[in-house]
């Protein structure tokens, strides 16, 4: 496309799973609208752990909440992908040149990311065949002071927009709370399980129900080569991931089993 | 464990995305108490389309619904990962030797199992480190017969009994609707793109709305090694599958970049 209009700035999607109000999306919008055209679709509502969950029983609407130079925002009554993909379908003008995602107001470190909404946008951002990047902050309260992501932030969408970044692959970038990130890694999810993953109460009617808690241990906790290693040391982290759940690798040992 | 009880049969958990009235459910739950004791931990309603999401906001509510000899079966107010989840956390009189999920009213094929809630069960599956396996019947009807199923069904359960099927990856099934499936294939889940994804309606009100569609439009629809074009030819088919998306093979090359 560089070809035919040398001239047009990027188009860069944005959305997230904390909602169109959340201090994280801001903070990005705000620094992706030095790099060109931005293009919000963020969920309505707060929609942590959805996932790549899809609305299929009730229709979404969207509404514009923002129209300006370089900036139009919608919010959609849905999930986070369903937020993205009404857009890319429906509400952009073309499709995105760049996919982002966040800023999440928490880690999508070890395996969340399998529960993330904000890696759910990512994912499909990587179906386009754009270069895709979700950013999570390692600081869960409402309004966190995200100026240290802002280095990270800045070098992934340099590197999006100079098109350097691999789109067969989609980025989960991790920073931890701190004044100033150590350096950055590229490694693997760290491995493990949750436990003590659910607080039974009972109500006032005498029955029990459970509230969503846990703790994320990891199998490796030593092994420099995975993101919860080093976000405990400072450093920020980049995870490359893809969609496709496919063990290729494992084919051809299990057709012989079938 | 065998050395210890070998007596013992195996503990099959079974979950679905359907419901726990789904017709699909109660199919492979009658296979499956044939191989060991079965306990059901399912979503109160249809939950499709729900991935791996996780409900945070709220607590959830698990319901008993059936209890005789081999069979335990709980019905949950959340989505599939829920149920799963809080099943094996607290209502499970031990951790599950084989997960099983489904049979899914509905193809799980190409990138639609990363927002399938039947798969998004056997991920956590494979999270415990136990044979987990999907199943998905190619029939969108609520009442299909899925008789055809059943001997891949069974073959898969005679293979997680025996301790045959490798737990460093689950298992993606699915099965065309036909009689007599021609037979099964371990495949690659099809890559593709899913087109034309919204409805757009005016409401009585003179707004928008968007019922979610679409059509799913596979990159290589030749390509013998993925798994749609098996089912389009009468086979059922396996993906084996890894709930970590990391491209490890990407991350020494993206570590030169950043």
Redesign the interface.
Known sequence: MATEEPQRKPLIFIGNDDGYQADGLKFLVGIARQYGEVFISSPST?Q??????????V????TLFAEEEGLTAYHVSG?P??SM??AV??LMPRRPDIVLSGINHGYNSG?S???SGTM?VV?EGS??GVPSIGFSYGEYTAHPDFSSCEPVVR??IE?AVAG???T??C?NVNIPKCRQVEG?K????A?G??T???D??IDPHG??????TGNYVPSEPDND?QDLYWLQRGYAT???????????S??S???E??
Not at 48 to 57: F, H, I, N, R, Y
Not at 59 to 62: I, K, R, V
Not at 238 to 248: E, G, M, W
């Open positions: 707060h942590s752990g959805k996932s790549s969950a899809l609305t299929v029983d229709p979404l609407h969207a999930t992908v369903d993909k009404l379908s429906n395996n990311a399998i529960y759910g994912f179906f386009l070098r992934m590197l350097k970044l691999p067969d692959v980025y950055v590229v490694v693997a999810a491995p399980r949750w003590e993953e659910y039974c109460r029955r029990k129900y459970y509230w969503l080569q980049v995870v490359p991931c893809r969609a496709d759940q496919t063990a290729h494992a084919i040992a299990i057709s089993l079938i």
